[in-house]
T-cell receptor
Framework: QKEVEQDPGPLSVPEGAIVSLNCTYS??????FMWYRQYSRKGPELLMY????GNKEDGRFTAQVDKSSKYISLFIRDSQPSDSATYLC????????????FGTGTRLTIIP | DSGVTQTPKHLITATGQRVTLRCSPR?????VYWYQQSLDQGLQFLIQ???????AKGNILERFSAQQFPDLHSELNLSSLELGDSALYFC????????????FGPGTRLTVL
């Protein structure tokens, strides 16, 4: 079993819809949680970064962490065609320079 | 553009060969990370260097090695290549102050025939 599980999709939604992306994990030592967006043939770029449980909002994006359930989510409001990409969750145990453990990514398409 | 550069963009080679991938981190970043991304395994951490020293090791094969030079650029050497080594190889860097945000380069696509 992988440490981080993520539904690979693909997920297609109409423009303007709310998108929900999720990851589950098994390692209770994970404390830092990230969401990366990766466009085709590009490197991942950091979207959201959260520590421990709770919510964080940045524009149309909201990240949620529920450590008791080992479950994290990314919500995208008012989705746009430019949001079409692969979304990767990532997590780590300690602050400082250390390896990230990634989910396999969910491929999202926003249909105009 | 993250500020991390990687060369070459594409590399096609044969089984048994050896290749070198190069990464230049963002100005001021001391840490360099190498990741492998394949369709079935996703993004896998290989190794991290901090200011020239190896800091953390992941699922890196013995046939693979890396180093970080005094000017902070890094090279990933892949030898005795196998078909299964075909993948995207990403380099990321992070600043010493923040410590945890990694900025990824555009990647090198390696195809082993």
């Amino acid at each position: 079993q992988k440490e981080v599980e993520q539904d690979p999709g693909p997920l297609s939604v109409p423009e303007g819809a709310i998108v929900s992306l999720n990851c589950t994990y098994s390692n209770s030592a994970f404390q830092y949680f990230m969401w990366y967006r990766q466009y085709s043939r590009k490197g991942p770029e950091l979207l959201m970064y959260t520590y421990s449980s709770g919510n964080k909002e940045d524009g149309r994006f909201t990240a949620q962490v529920d450590k008791s359930s080992k479950y994290i989510s990314l919500f995208i409001r008012d989705s746009q065609p430019s949001d079409s990409a692969t979304y990767l969750c990532a997590m780590k145990t300690n602050f400082g320079n250390e390896k990230l453990t990634f989910g396999t990514g969910t491929r999202l398409t926003i249909i105009p | 553009d993250s500020g991390v550069t990687q060369t070459p963009k594409h590399l096609i080679t044969a089984t048994g060969q050896r290749v070198t991938l190069r990464c230049s981190p963002r100005s001021g970043d001391l840490s360099v990370y190498w990741y492998q991304q394949s369709l079935d395994q996703g993004l896998q951490f290989l190794i991290q260097y901090y200011n020239g020293e190896e800091r953390a090791k992941g699922n890196i094969l013995e046939r693979f090695s890396a180093q970080q030079f005094p000017d902070l650029h890094s090279e990933l050497n892949l030898s005795s290549l196998e078909l299964g080594d075909s993948a995207l190889y990403f380099c990321a860097s992070s600043p010493p102050a923040l410590g945890d945000e990694q900025f990824f380069g555009p990647g090198t696509r390696l195809t082993v025939l």
